[in-house]
Antibody, heavy 120, light 107 residues
């Protein structure tokens, strides 16, 4: 059974770059048909998809965040990562990594989430 | 439009049937997925491809879809099903869209 674990700084200042890594165990990130996503949830609010990276390195980002988002994979470490530039307080959220086994992306496996707070 | 609309809240008594709707113009062409999220926990997929139930999800969870509305039905709701429920779909570009979420209260 695949397990996902987010890691990264929990506190950032406005204008900095958010960097998170998702470590995957029980499965390989470089297998076909798996789409590796980031989803975030501001405190007390709903879910927002950020984007996904495929094992080929291709990506698909939420249009509302596309200008600030970069996702990549490190197959040697069985990890994938998220970078979000120029953060503001509105980026304060719990960030989840998640896996889809379908090109019609849906999330059957999730990490436990990592709270990132942006201070102004 | 790729937006998904859910009622903010639904309330039922234990043992009753809860129905949570999700409306969107793209739903006739795209599958709907449903997640349950309890406080402090990651979401859990409870319905995929409109009507399918993942292994390990109780049979009381079912899904349906007709036209622009998808529905999550929970039959005989126990107190432990009190949670937030989110619908999810994709648009024509493959981008993922979530509904705003519905808080299910089991009184």
């Amino acid at each position: 059974q695949v397990q996902l674990q987010e890691s990264g700084p929990g506190l950032l200042k406005a204008s900095e770059t958010l960097s998170l890594t998702c470590s995957v165990s029980g499965g390989s990130v470089d297998r076909p048909n798996y789409y590796w996503s980031w989803v975030r949830q501001p405190p007390g609010k709903g879910l927002e998809w950020i984007g996904y990276v495929y094992y080929t390195g291709s990506t698909n980002y939420n249009p509302s965040l596309k200008s600030r988002v970069t996702m990549s994979m490190d197959t040697s470490k069985n990890q994938f990562s998220l970078k979000l530039t120029s953060v503001t307080a509105a980026d304060t959220a719990t960030y989840y990594c998640a896996r889809s086994m379908s090109v019609v992306v849906n999330f059957e496996s999730w990490g436990q989430g990592s709270l990132v707070t942006v201070s102004s | 439009s790729s937006e998904l609309t859910q009622p903010p809240s639904v309330s039922v008594s234990p043992g009753q049937t809860a129905r949570i709707t999700c409306s969107g113009d793209a739903l006739p062409r795209q599958y709907t997925y449903w997640y349950q999220q309890k406080p402090g926990q990651a979401p859990v997929l409870v319905i995929y491809k409109d009507t399918e139930r993942p292994s390990g999800i109780p049979e009381r969870f079912s899904g349906s879809s007709s036209g622009t509305t998808a529905t999550l039905t929970i039959s005989g709701v126990p107190p432990e099903d009190e949670a937030d429920y989110y619908c999810q779909s994709t648009d024509s570009s493959g981008a993922v869209v979530f509904g705003g979420g519905t808080k299910l209260t089991v009184l």
